[in-house]
């Protein structure tokens, strides 16, 4: 008898256990799908993001009004002429009301928490080949080397300068450092000539139409593009 009660205990609580994991995750799905949309008008993004909620179990912490570790993948996010890619937002704390959890309107509070995307040297290379003039894009070390071909008494050329990426307030400035002309190494200013002379316009690119509330301050130069990071300042979003 005493083991015909332990076990129907024991079923009991795993039943719960259930129930409780059921819905954790049920109003997780809610909430976080519903604050994806928030977020996708509040930042005027091409599709709702990804948001993760960590810091265990999410009613609890939907209980205390306060979340920890929010993860937002946005995925690609409009910066002028240029896209970042694979953006991701780390925020470490997110408070919401409890009448929000529950479909009611209200302000959700966001601390300042860090962004990171990438620029592509596709992108990249789109901006700074004007007309006919075709600027090929590469790794080289923890610099890029920009190729093209330019025209010497009527005969194509490669043209090849190497750049290192910095920011510019709200541009990406790819600052020459050295250049060659068909293999050999010769003088920045011959190779300035050189494009201009094709019709090159610069290499400053513009990365406008990010929200305000995002300051990039660094970059790295990796394999598929430059990645770019920097932090996101403490907003609210108004629900509902």
Do not use: C, H, N
């Not at 901006?127 to 330019?150: E, F, K």
């Amino acid at each position: 008898m005493a083991r015909s009660r332990l076990i129907r205990l024991l079923v009991t609580v795993v039943a719960l256990g259930v129930i409780l994991v059921a819905g954790d995750l049920a109003a997780r799905s809610y909430a976080t799908g519903r604050f994806a949309g928030e977020l996708r008008t509040a930042y005027d993004l091409p599709a709702d993001p990804t948001v993760t909620v960590a810091g265990g179990s999410f009613l609890w912490q939907a209980v205390q009004g306060r979340f920890d570790d929010v993860t937002v993948d946005v995925g690609q996010m409009p910066a002028g002429k240029v896209t970042l890619r694979d953006v991701r937002v780390r925020i470490p704390e997110v408070d919401v009301p409890l009448g929000v959890l529950v479909g009611g309107s209200g302000t959700v509070d966001l601390a300042a928490g860090t962004v990171r995307g990438q620029v592509s040297y596709a992108d990249l290379a789109q901006q700074v080949s004007p007309g006919g003039l075709r600027v090929a894009l590469a790794r080289a070390g923890d610099a890029i080397r920009a190729t093209t071909t330019v025209r010497v008494f009527t005969l194509g050329v490669e043209l090849a300068v190497t750049v290192r990426p910095e920011l510019d307030g709200a541009s990406v400035t790819l600052d020459p450092v050295s250049a060659e002309v068909a293999g050999a190494e010769v003088p920045l200013s011959r190779a300035e000539r050189l494009l201009e002379a094709a019709g090159f316009g610069g290499w400053s690119i513009a990365l406008s139409d990010v929200p305000p509330q995002v300051d990039l301050d660094a970059f790295q130069v990796a394999d598929s593009g430059v990645l770019v990071s920097g932090t996101l300042g403490a907003s609210a979003v108004d629900v509902g």
